[in-house]
């Protein structure tokens, strides 16, 4: 599955990987159908090459052959198997911290850890990366990273892969797209909003518990101008293209206030997330309305109390528009 993400957030994330011979062109044909799933982060979306539709064949053969992802040097931090066509330095301590992501999410959110591995394609430039994801993805929008869970061809688990290329925001994009991953290694299904909220609240690092400056500082400024919660429209979306930066931001804010706001609220959530692993448990807005009605006036409350660290500095907004 992959989720897409955005940034102004006001575009989204990205992912996935070439085979050959007959898997490559099923992959290259389920790629042109995928549907979006998610994630800012992602940036998600499901692949079924199972569900491959028999007239595609001709067109799936007129395409140019996928370049293979980066596969020259690589190295594990479980559950992430790290590979790339440069060399990376794997004492850095941005891998120091992603070794600890894996126990942070599941930890936080009660969920007993998954067993799968999750591949991780770091491309050494945005042109590379951009040029393999056009190729093995050319129906997906453009995006600074994607999550990919994909359905085996001979079933057993779902195939989760992350990709992106090496840059500024390597922290950001590898954390947002990691706790998708990590997400959908124990629950196969997690709605749109929900995935982009919670891999929104843990891209950053622990010191920040969960608080995104930018976001609290931009949904301040536009609220009741241009922006008013509304958690029934967020449930309704299926399709990332439908996650703009106002839907980031916001889904982000359910989430932090369902975490911090007061036991019974996190609560909710969690039981929630246990319940995903089972099915389809309805939307979550209902059972938020059970414990706080006014579900509008707690978000606006949740909004203003929030604190900045004294040392916040909310990204620029010319950087914000840049797309994961």
Not at 277 to 292: D, E, Q, S
Request: proline share 7%.
């Amino acid at each position: 599955m992959t989720r897409t993400r955005q940034e102004d957030k006001s575009e989204p994330r990205t992912q996935r990987s070439g085979v050959s011979g007959l898997c490559g062109r099923l992959l290259r044909c389920a790629a042109c159908a995928a549907l979006a799933f998610l994630a800012f982060g992602c940036n998600s979306f499901s692949l079924h090459l199972l569900s491959r539709d028999k007239n595609d064949k001709g067109v799936a053969e007129l395409r140019p052959v996928t370049p293979a992802p980066p596969s020259r040097y690589s190295f594990r931090i479980p559950p992430f198997v790290f590979l790339s066509d440069f060399e990376i330095d794997r004492d850095k301590p941005l891998f120091e911290e992603l070794a600890k992501l894996r126990d942070q999410v599941y930890t936080e959110l009660r969920l007993t850890p998954g067993r799968s591995a999750v591949q991780v394609y770091l491309f050494e430039t945005k042109e590379r990366y951009d040029e393999y994801m056009h190729a093995a993805y050319p129906n997906l929008p453009a995006r600074r990273a994607f999550f990919i869970q994909q359905q085996r061809a001979l079933g057993g688990t779902d195939e989760l892969m992350v990709y992106t290329s090496w840059g500024d925001r390597i922290q950001q994009d590898l954390r947002h797209e990691l706790t998708h991953a990590l997400l959908h290694s124990v629950i196969r299904d997690v709605p749109l909003w929900l995935d982009e909220g919670l891999a929104e609240y843990f891209e950053l690092p622990p010191s920040e518990h969960g608080i995104n400056a930018s976001h609290v500082e931009t949904l301040r400024r536009d609220y009741g101008i241009t922006f008013q919660p509304d958690l029934e429209r967020l449930e309704r979306m299926k399709d990332v293209n439908e996650m703009k930066g106002p839907e980031y931001r916001e889904a982000w804010l359910w989430v932090h206030w369902m975490m911090k706001a007061n036991p019974e609220t996190k609560t909710v959530l969690l039981t929630y997330l246990q319940d995903l692993r089972k099915g389809n448990p309805g939307p979550l807005g209902t059972r938020l309305a059970a414990v706080c009605p006014k579900l509008k006036d707690e978000f606006k409350k949740h909004l203003d109390q929030l604190e900045l660290p004294i040392n916040a500095r909310s990204t620029p907004s010319s950087v914000l528009s840049i797309p994961r």
